[in-house]
């Protein structure tokens, strides 16, 4: 069904012979804001935010378009080492996010969040191409409380409202709708920054920079690099 | 002819469509600081209809702390009473069973173990233990037959288990052994299962994690004890990767009785992964196999995730399939109905969960006159206290 016939849906709703009196509220909202027909379906998406994140042009410019998108994603797949499970990185020490969030306001510390799914590839490159660095390991150590939560799990939390949720849910609130997503957060769980898709060592240490040196405060992260690359 | 056309699709309609004119909504309990709704159970099985009482069933937290309570309504009537469920410590991921007569079955987690107790709206039985580290339980009634499943530890993993409950009085206990559904060696986790009882047996679905990624399996049983190999029911899209990653992801699947015979199966699936969560459905229509998977949602919910998917069916062949996503900018309540040769309606909002703030977290149930009853948890924003609340959408075919 195309765009034009789906709008003119919304606009005859409740009358067509469907009989259907579901008629949509007179909306608040921005309408056909997600519309497959209206633009790429990928421009915006976390993905794209992702490698756009990357800070390379190709990753920027595969993402303006669909061929491009799918091209960047063939590149992804070739090359690279075997590994079975997206689970958190080997030998970094991450807790869960109510755990996480009790030790960062006691040390004062800010919060790194990895939220991954069993068996993502995405969470699986991140993993062997970025985290095995040593010297990311010690910085990220060093500068934040890790918390990784699955984005599929059943697992409950409890908020610092009292409000008790799944690892899944917290993925709902944080709208982390593809895996990896890497999060950014004050000690009280308040969110810094964001970013989705394959992060490299210098994609996590232009982070660092930006957050752990409290650039964040004055500036988003695009100026930041743009001043700071 | 063409009288006979328009005679056909008059007919046709009831066994397929869901449409429904909703009701103001009631809150069934209503906001207050510090308190939070939770309806996210295994199979979305919050809501049910038994003779002329409507009952739901929530976990509740206040301070970090969960109890699950259940309210009781005459459809007829426009207030809820509520009764606290659960004891212990901590509590949740309650389901509720219809069983006859205004009287119910309900099940959840509680300390850790896995409690189940009869209800009806003026008292609850006695609570019993069904098993023990077990949680994520799911109920089915058809035909005096009740039957419970769960995700338990067993030998280092959740392990998806089975059993028969009988009622005597308002005492639940287990009929006989408690099986699983799976009997190959455990190797991984198995979670969050749903169960679906036809004439022809017993069906159960689950997240299955064997894999490295979390597929969704399906098994078949003539008389609920022995059950056939598990199948694969979410449909597997090509590996993007020979050497990263596992597979796709999938979630919270639901299943209920379709029709005299069949099944149908509704879940959350990651197969585009740029995408988020979509919704899929599959039907079995004798009640053993599924056939192909069918996407619920329509395109304009294609950027973004579908979250919450909650499924309704009955014997008369209706489905329903509701979930809440932001594609409006804050989450509102969808809803989507099969069209038939595995077309789905255009998803339609719900304009009295619709609008400003969150609604979120939906489950429903039809009545036996195919109307749909349907409640969802309200708040202004993400860190607001939340209200639950309740509608009914009176069908359009009766």
């Known amino acids: 069904m195309s765009g034009a016939s789906k709008q003119g849906r919304f606009a005859s709703l409740g009358t067509a012979n469907d009989a259907f009196p579901l008629r949509r509220p007179a909306s608040r909202k921005s309408p056909g804001r997600t519309s497959l027909c209206a633009r790429s379906p990928l421009r915006g998406s976390p993905i794209c935010r992702g490698f756009a994140s990357l800070g390379t042009a190709i990753g920027t410019s595969l993402c303006r378009g669909f061929v491009g998108f799918w091209l960047a994603v063939a590149l992804l797949a070739l090359g690279a080492a075997p590994l079975a499970r997206a689970e958190p990185p080997e030998n970094y020490p991450f807790l869960s996010y109510d755990e996480g969030l009790k030790q960062a306001r006691a040390q004062d510390k800010r919060i790194f969040l990895y939220f991954g799914r069993l068996g993502c590839g995405w969470c699986d490159k991140t993993n062997k191409e970025s985290f095995s660095d040593p010297a990311l390991r010690a910085l990220y150590v060093t500068h934040y409380v890790l918390v990784y939560a699955d984005a599929e799990s059943g697992k409950r939390l409890t908020l610092p409202s009292g409000e008790r949720i799944t690892e899944m849910e917290l993925g709902v609130r944080m709208k982390a709708f593809a895996t990896p997503v890497f999060a950014w957060l004050e000690p009280d769980g308040k969110t810094i920054a964001k970013v989705a898709g394959v992060q490299t060592v210098k994609d996590f240490r232009d982070y660092d920079r930006f957050v752990h040196g409290g650039e964040y405060r004055a500036k988003d992260f695009k100026q930041f690099i743009a001043e700071n690359p | ?398």
Request: with cysteine; charged share 20%.
């Open chain 2, 1 to 398: 002819m063409r009288l006979a056309a328009w005679i056909f699709a008059l007919l046709a309609v009831p066994a397929q469509a869901a449409p429904s004119e909703f009701s103001a909504p009631l809150d069934i309990t209503p906001e207050q600081p510090g308190v939070f709704h939770q309806l996210d159970s295994a199979g979305r099985k919050h809501i049910a209809v038994s003779g002329d009482t409507v009952a739901v069933v929530w976990e509740q937290s206040r301070g970090g702390v969960s109890q699950v309570t259940v309210a009781f309504k005459p459809l007829s009537a426009n207030v809820f009473s509520l009764l606290r469920v659960s004891g212990g410590a901590t509590a949740g991921v309650p389901v509720v069973a219809p069983l006859g007569g205004g009287r119910f079955l309900l099940a959840w987690e509680q300390d850790g173990d896995l409690h189940a107790r009869a209800a009806e709206a003026a008292a609850l039985g006695p609570a019993v233990r069904l098993a023990q580290k077990a949680s994520q339980p799911s109920l089915a009634v058809l035909d005096g037959k009740i039957v419970a499943v769960w995700s338990e530890e067993r030998a280092g993993y959740p392990r998806i288990r089975i059993a028969h409950l009988i009622l005597d009085g308002q005492r639940v206990s287990v009929d006989g052994a408690v099986r699983d559904v799976d009997v190959a060696p455990p190797k991984a986790e198995q979670l969050y299962p749903d169960v679906a009882l036809t004439p022809a047996g017993v069906s159960v679905a689950w997240e299955d994690r064997r894999e490295g990624h979390t597929m969704l399996l399906h098994t078949f049983s003539k008389d609920g004890r022995c059950f056939s190999k598990p199948k694969i029911l979410n449909e597997q899209p090509t590996k993007r990767s020979e050497v990263y990653g596992k597979g796709t992801g999938a979630a919270r699947v639901a299943l209920a009785r379709h029709g005299k015979r069949g099944i149908v199966a509704m879940w959350l699936d990651k197969r585009n992964f740029l995408e988020g969560y979509d919704v899929y459905a599959g039907f079995a229509r004798d009640g053993t196999r599924f056939g192909r998977n069918e996407k619920v949602q329509d395109d304009f919910g294609g950027n973004i995730s579908q979250w919450h998917a909650a499924l309704a069916a009955d014997s008369r062949g209706r489905v329903a399939v509701v979930w809440d996503d932001d594609r409006d900018g804050t989450a509102d309540l969808w809803l989507a109905w099969p069209k038939g040769a595995g077309q789905w309606s255009e998803s339609q909002p719900v304009p009295i969960a619709s609008g400003p703030g969150q609604q979120s977290s939906p489950a429903i149930t039809f009545d036996a006159a195919g109307n749909l009853h349907l409640i969802w948890v309200e708040r202004e924003t993400l860190e607001a206290p939340t209200r639950l609340r309740y509608a009914v959408g009176r069908s359009l075919y009766n």
